[in-house]
């Protein structure tokens, strides 16, 4: 078995979820709740418990996750997201974001890296995950790209 088809079946296992390639919609967080993509949900860093109108999409195959919802609460800031995107950086995360035509202000986000183990093999995961809001939704995201890892997580210069 390759090793991308064991971190394949390593992020499904994380996730919980079946691989998906359509955007799914939920009226509430209770209909998403009922759902596997409520694994989604925690691996984003968890949403508002009045959120509404909430799109997932996720992608096992890129390890690609985002969500949007509508909420009346202000973005509020997790531990996880607990550094501000630099205005330098902006332009590398809005080309992989994938909400398409949303401009995302505010950024923030958090690094996460684990290890996993699948079939006895031992194989690094980390993503960036990203918290952003434009016209009254909010958006969380991640990046596996190790690029963008590497250049957001790795930089000690690049911080709170």
Do not use: H
């Amino acid at each position: 078995m390759s090793r991308s088809t064991l971190l394949s079946f390593a992020l499904l296992a994380l996730s919980g979820c079946a691989p998906y390639d359509a955007p799914r919609s939920y009226k509430d967080l209770e209909s998403l709740e009922r759902s596997n993509d409520f694994s989604v949900s925690a691996s984003l860093g968890g949403i508002p418990s009045d959120a509404t109108e909430i799109d997932v999409y996720s992608d096992i195959d890129s390890g690609l996750t985002m969500m949007s919802y509508k909420t009346a609460q202000s973005v509020a800031v997790p531990e996880v997201f607990d550094r501000q995107l630099p205005a330098g950086q902006y332009q590398l995360v809005q080309d992989n974001v994938g909400f398409a035509g949303a401009t995302i202000v505010d950024i923030r986000y958090g690094c996460e890296s684990r290890e996993v183990k699948a079939s006895g093999e031992s194989l690094k995961y980390q993503q960036v995950v990203f918290l952003g809001a434009a016209s009254g939704r909010q958006y969380r995201w991640n990046s596996v790209n190790p690029d963008i890892y590497r250049r957001l997580c790795s930089n000690p210069a690049v911080g709170p």
